[in-house]
Structures are given as structure tokens and as C-alpha cells.
């Protein structure tokens, strides 16, 4: 267990539709990483925040936001889905700012839209 | 722009064999560079890393090499067994820039008994 909790763990969805992914860090990390794990596109990084702050940006569609918390829980939200964006989408957290730049990631959540 | 190539994108060896995964990275600010490891269906766990002020790293079985004028930095793991099997990702960052992983195709080996 990497102390990194997503939730939910599947979601199934229609075209068009808006979800919400949540991610709980590991205590004490400030860093939240959100990477999005399709079969033809390996992992690729979305958004990073830290300490609630946006930190650095991917290749995230500007369907896509996300948001860090005061708790530094974070979200991801996906709106107007489409097919391709079915994927297994990961979070992951550590702690910058003190040269600690270990990155564990939670379980995932495996979207499927259809 | 930042890239990671990762080579080759499937590897098969027989058990007690070595396997070696080769990787390439573009970022010459990279200074941190881990290996994960992804069971079919489970999250990436980090099984080593190495810092740009190292040249080679080792954990058991398991062992990373970096040659930064070169660009590249490979996993070794030495005395194969089939729970090896799994796919492993290389991974570039600028830790001190947030830390955000570029990561490699991946490598998907198989160890057969």
C-alpha cells in the first residue's frame, strides 16, 4: 500500500457526461500528481499541484481541471467525455520542497466511457 | 520538448537470465531518474531511482546505471525469476522544478520459467 487513496476505483460513463476522480496524498506530502494511462499513449502527466497551488501543466485537455484542497486532497475533473478519454487515470503524490522527490502512486481509477 | 525513449518494448529471457532496459532522455535539466514497475491492472511502484550526481545504483538484484553526457540510463536486473514478469517504465524529471515524471513507453518482460 503507497498510502495514495483514489477513489473511485471504476467508473463507467456515458459520452458527454462530466465525472469527478478524487485522490488523497500520502500524510505530510504537499505534491499531487494526476498521469493518465491510455494503451496507445503509455503514462502521460496532466497537472501537478502543490500545497494548493497549480505547480506545472501536461498535456491536459481544457475539458479537463483540477483542484487542490486546504486537506491537499485533489480532484480531476473530466466534462463533455468522449470515447477516447476512457483510461486509467492515476494519481500520485511527494513531498517537493525538501529534496525528497520520491513519487507513489495511488491505485488508479479505470474510466470507461461509452 | 521533454522525451523519454525507452527501448526495447518487450523483452523475453528465461529464468536466472538478465534482462537490460535502455533509456534516453531529452531534458538536459533531468536530474532524477526512477524505474517502476506495473503488474497488469496495479499501480506503478517505484523499485529504483538514481540522482544525476550518481553514476550507478544497487538494490539486490537490481541495479541502474546513469551516463549524463550520454543521455541515457538503463535497469539491470540480474537472476530473472518469473515474478519479474511485468511491465517497467523509465521515468525523467526536474525534481527541483516540481517534479513532474516523463515517462518511457515501457518494457514489457516475460520470464519463463
Known amino acids: 500500500d503507497s498510502g495514495v487513496t483514489q477513489t473511485p476505483k471504476h467508473l463507467i460513463t456515458a459520452t458527454g457526461q462530466r465525472v469527478t476522480l478524487r485522490c488523497s496524498p500520502r500524510?505530510?506530502?504537499?505534491?499531487v500528481y494526476w498521469y493518465q494511462q491510455s494503451l496507445d499513449q503509455g503514462l502521460q502527466f496532466l497537472i501537478q499541484?502543490?500545497?494548493?497551488?497549480?505547480?506545472a501543466k501536461g498535456n491536459i485537455l481544457e475539458r479537463f481541471s483540477a483542484q487542490q484542497f486546504p486537506d491537499l486532497h485533489s480532484e480531476l475533473n473530466l466534462s463533455s467525455l468522449e470515447l477516447g478519454d476512457s483510461a486509467l487515470y492515476f494519481c500520485?503524490?511527494?513531498?517537493?520542497?525538501?529534496?525528497?522527490?520520491?513519487?507513489?502512486f495511488g491505485q488508479g481509477t479505470r474510466l470507461t466511457v461509452v | 520538448g521533454e522525451n523519454v525513449e525507452q527501448h526495447p518494448s518487450t523483452l523475453s529471457v528465461q529464468e536466472g537470465d538478465s534482462a537490460v532496459i535502455k533509456c534516453t532522455y531529452s531534458?538536459?535539466?533531468?536530474?532524477?531518474f526512477p524505474w517502476y514497475k506495473q503488474e497488469l491492472g496495479k499501480r506503478p511502484q517505484l523499485i529504483i531511482d538514481?540522482?544525476?550526481?550518481?553514476g550507478e545504483k544497487k538494490d539486490q538484484r537490481i541495479a541502474v546505471t546513469l551516463n549524463k553526457t550520454a543521455k541515457h540510463f538503463s535497469l539491470h536486473i540480474t537472476e530473472t525469476q518469473p515474478e519479474d514478469s511485468a511491465v517497467y517504465f523509465c521515468?525523467?524529471?526536474?525534481?527541483?522544478?516540481?517534479?513532474?515524471?516523463?515517462f518511457g513507453q515501457g518494457t514489457e518482460l516475460s520470464v519463463k520459467p
Open positions: 500524510s505530510g506530502d504537499l505534491s
Open positions: 521515468a525523467a524529471s526536474d525534481y527541483n522544478q516540481g517534479g513532474k515524471l516523463i
Open positions: 538514481i540522482r544525476s550526481n550518481v
Open positions: 531534458d538536459s535539466a533531468s536530474n532524477y
Open positions: 500520485a503524490s511527494s513531498e517537493k520542497g525538501t529534496g525528497i522527490p520520491e513519487a507513489f
Open positions: 499541484y502543490y500545497n494548493g497551488e497549480e505547480r
